[in-house]
Every structure is written in structure tokens, then in C-alpha cells.
């Protein structure tokens, strides 16, 4: 019944976090390619590179289904493995399409035309990769028509989370922000397009401002995978064993999850 979970760090595991509490009896595989990451300066060529090599992993663990909790690897290599790299008994989800049909206010899967919406003015926070991919512009055009979505690369934010630096990650959110502010000075949602960034939502929210409505993958995601399973429960593998594996310092990286999720994380060698 194992599920797969990706990310290039630890910023995934927000959504393992949240996935797991929305669905207990399913044990997750959590794969964290942290040796490499983060994935945000990579090409994409070398994205799709490391995302499939990943991914064989969890299929070998016995995941028949993996969620890219990446929005690098979301962005840079979803659509191309779907076309032509996932095994015809396999399934590769994103983290996108939740965050847009929530931000549409769309069913679950609702495939109609675009249509128009009442957000007209979005900030996306990401990585450089997601950001000059425009894979979120594209995902959105395929639901909505007439939304201004104005993006700010937050570089160095994924490095000072998964250093704990929380000085420099508050710092470097507040110059985003700033820096977006000045092209898009009244946006009325925004986008936190990286699982890292949720543990920073606070710091976000305050340098936006109370009208702003923030919206960050976590919950949304959980609730999307719930549905999928619930139309598609062939999907769950045959794993039935839950872990956490790394392509880092197992000893190092569990101590880091530790932080982050306020409980103990035993990782182990990929």
C-alpha cells in the first residue's frame, strides 16, 4: 500500500507531514535527495536527471504511485516523464494542479475550458528553476483566463532553511517580498511554490500584509492525493513498509527533519 513522496530536501516533508495525518492507514515512502540539493539552481536537464533516479527508487520500495512534493522537479520534469518515462502501471503526481484548482476554485479534477476567476493578481514565490520554467503560468492558463501572476525567484531561501539559519531565511522572505512588491505593489493572493517555504508562512503573511491570501501546498495536496486514491485505490503499491531515505548523511538528515517536524526522524541511506 506504500505511496511514494519526493523532494530534493527536507522541504517535502510539509507535505508528507500533512498527507500522512489526512491518510494514516497508508504508509509513505519519503525519498530526500539532499546530497544534490537544492534543486532551484540546477538545469533542468539535470532536474529530470536526478527526479527519475529518485523516483526508480521509490518504485523499487514498492510505490506504485509517487507525489513529487518538489516544485522544481514538478515544474522542470513532471510533464516530460509523463510523456514518456512512467511505466504504464506507475503514476508521477505534482504539487501544481492542487495549489491551482484551490486558487481557481475548481473541483478536485475538473477539466472544463478556462474560465475567468476572481483573483486577478498573483505572486508566486519560488525557486529560480520553477520560476523560469513557468510551468505554474502554463498549469493556470489551462484553468483560468485573465489572471496577472507575477513571480519573484527567492534565491538563497531553500539553502538558510535546511542550514536552520531562521535570521537569514526571515531576512532573505522579507527581501522577496520587498522586491516583488515593487512590480506588483497590491497583489491579492500568494503563491509559496516551494514545500520549503510553508515553514515560513508566517513571515510571509506579515511582510504581505493581512489582505493578502497566502496559499501554500501542504493541506491542499492531502486532500487531492485523498480523492485520487479514493477513485483510484489500484494505485497504492505493494510496499507496505513506511521510511525515510536519503541520499545525504542519514544521521545528519534525520536530525534536521527532527527540527523541522518536531518529532524524532530516523532517515536512512538511499
Known sequence: MAVGVFDSGLGGLTVLDAVARRLPEVPFVYFGDNAHAPYGIRDAEDVYRLTTDAVTRLFDAGCDLAILACNTASAAALRRMQESWVPKDKRVLGVFVPLIEALTERQWGDNSPPREVAVKHVALFATPATVSSRAFQRELAFR?????????????LVDAIEAGDEMLAEALVRSHVEALKRRMPHPEAAILGCTHYPLLQDVFQEALGAGVKVYSQANLVAESLADYLGRHPEMQGAGGEAMFLTTGDPGFVSDKATQFLRRRIEFRAA
Do not use: L, N, T, Y
Not at 483560468?144 to 538563497?156: S, T
Open 144 to 156: 483560468a483566463i485573465g489572471v496577472d501572476v507575477e513571480a519573484q525567484p527567492c534565491g538563497g
